[in-house]
């Protein structure tokens, strides 16, 4: 019981965390949050369905202990450009190679 009540105050800590360190470098820090926390639930979310139609419990279970509030894989410090007809980015692409 008290691992499922320190769960949620883990992540509201590592949410308040990355606010912190996207104010370091300037911008909109709840719309920045927002939109990380958002593309990590998307690559989660595929995970999850590609280890559910392989019934994959260890995987899914091991998912369950993913938090979406994670920006290790985000350089703040970079530049980054989203506009022009360049190739869209696929999700499946970028999850290819994971393996839990």
């Known amino acids: ?4 009540v320190h769960r949620p105050q883990n992540r509201i800590e590592a949410y308040h965390k990355l606010r912190s360190a996207i104010s370091q470098v300037g911008g909109k820090k ?4 927002n ?3 958002a593309y990590n639930s998307i690559l989660l979310s595929a ?4 280890y559910r139609a392989a019934a994959d419990q260890k995987a899914i279970m091991l998912l369950r202990k993913i938090s979406p509030v994670t920006w290790q894989q985000i350089h703040f410090l970079g530049r980054y450009l989203f506009r022009g007809n ?8 970028l999850l290819a190679r994971v393996v839990l």
């Open 1 to 4: 019981m008290q691992r499922d």
């Open 30 to 33: 709840q719309l920045i949050a």
């Open 35 to 37: 939109v990380i926390v």
């Open 47 to 50: 995970l999850l369905g590609r």
């Open 86 to 93: 360049r190739h869209p980015i696929g999700v499946e692409a």
